[in-house]
């Protein structure tokens, strides 16, 4: 009951800030939508978001990750050797990279700036760097997709309205 009753107090307890973005980002105030949004904001935000887990969602997701699984272990088998590191980068990214709509590439790049900015302990200039590239990543993106709108998690969310009002960029 305790746990519930904090869950859906968005008043007195808040989600903001529990991911560490706020302070990885240079100072600057992102938020992690929906991890860190607060009643009734979560709700809306999933609501708009359950489309991409519906189960003929999850079924069509699913072909996907055994068929590029099955993909990976081929090529594995025909080279006669794993680097295991390499696999465990490229499986998850080739689930986002479909969730997201975009090539394995560009999911890596993601994956590694991503990695910069969360895992570049105190460097600044790391930080920066990986903060930067994203930054410009994501603007590049958003351009692309409202010139060609596609039917995964980043059109869905260009898309999405809250409210009556688009999400922002």
Known sequence: DD??????????????????????FG???????????DAPLHGKLRTVLNPLFSPKAIRQLEEHVRVYTIKLVEAVQQSGEADFAELARRLPAGIFSKLLGLSIEETL???????????????????????EW????????????????????IGLMLEARIDGRPLSD
Do not use: C
Not at 10 to 24: C, E, K, M, P
Not at 27 to 37: I, R
Not at 124 to 131: E, F, L, N, S, Y
């Open 109 to 131: 790049q993601v994956m590694s700036n991503v990695r910069l900015i969360l895992h570049s302990g105190y460097d600044p200039v790391a930080r920066k760097t990986g903060i």
């Open 27 to 37: 100072g600057e105030s992102w938020m992690a939508y929906p991890l860190e949004a």
């Open 3 to 24: 746990i519930q009753r904090v869950m859906q107090d968005g008043l007195h307890f808040t989600n903001h800030g529990i991911s560490g973005f706020d302070r990885a």
């Open 134 to 153: 994203l930054a410009a990543f994501e603007e590049d993106l958003i351009s692309r997709r409202r010139k060609e709108q596609t039917d995964d998690l």
